[in-house]
């Protein structure tokens, strides 16, 4: 089975100031890695994946994702936190098999980001 | 851009209604998800399609049933809607690079 964790329901962080939301996965094979953002009352929107290559990924809004396999994490980063970014983050995976239940992602619990001014 | 559309943003329903919620995507996608969404649980798979009339169990299946008759639509059902069932249901589907896309999610309260 496969398995996501969030370790941090809240981050805080300064304006300005480099953020990390972190995420840990547990699968076997070879996992897909997505990162969602929730603004409230919105649905998820997409930031950035990683299914191969690159070990960093880049996304949208200057987001980007380190994918590491020895510590099976892909945490997500931004060197400058806006106000802007203050949303519910959410990490996902999933395993590429061909069988039907393998097309489904397993998201993490979220973790709240407060960016402050 | 895909875009995905549920059909109500808020419900209100009552124990033992049964509940239709609507999902409608314009990008031809062939995979497509039911979510619920609940404070400290993140988002968990109640139901996914692959192809029009098929489905499959996600991980809480319990109580809800979906329809797929045209590969633009999928319907979730709460044949006796409870009171456990007072959610946030988000609707996506998924782009052949593997992305999923959301519909904005349907808060529905079971009184």
């Known amino acids: 089975a496969q398995s996501v964790a969030q370790p941090e329901d809240q981050v805080n962080v300064a304006e300005g100031n480099p953020l990390t939301v972190k995420c840990t996965y547990s699968?076997?094979?070879?996992?897909?890695l997505f990162w969602y953002v929730q603004y409230p009352n919105r649905g998820l929107q997409f930031l950035l994946k990683?299914?191969?290559?690159?070990?960093l990924v880049k996304g949208s809004y200057g987001f980007e994702a380190e994918f590491n396999k020895s510590q099976t994490s892909f945490h997500l980063k931004k060197p400058s936190a806006l106000v802007s970014d203050s949303a519910l983050y959410f990490c996902?995976?999933?395993?590429?098999?061909?069988?039907?239940?393998?097309?489904?992602?397993?998201f993490g619990s979220g973790t709240q980001l407060t960016v402050l001014p | 851009d895909v875009k995905v559309t549920q059909s109500s943003r808020y419900l209100v329903k009552r124990t033992g209604e049964k509940v239709f919620l609507e999902c409608v995507q314009d990008?031809?996608?062939?995979?497509m998800f039911w979510y619920r969404q609940d404070p400290g649980l993140g988002l968990r798979l109640i139901y996914f399609?692959?192809?029009?009339?098929?489905?499959e169990k996600g991980d809480i299946p319990e109580g809800y049933s979906v329809s797929r008759e045209k590969k633009e639509r999928f319907s979730l059902i709460l044949e006796s809607a409870s009171t456990n069932q007072t959610s946030m249901y988000l609707c996506?589907?998924?782009?052949?690079?593997?992305?999923?896309?959301f519909g904005p999610g349907t808060r529905l309260t079971v009184l």
């Open positions: 996506a589907t998924r782009s052949g690079a593997g992305e999923q896309f």
């Open positions: 699968v076997s094979g070879n996992p897909y």
């Open positions: 990683y299914i191969t290559g690159d070990n």
């Open positions: 996902a995976v999933r395993v590429p098999i061909s069988s039907g239940s393998a097309r489904q992602l397993t």
């Open positions: 990008m031809d996608h062939e995979n």
């Open positions: 399609s692959y192809d029009v009339k098929m489905k």
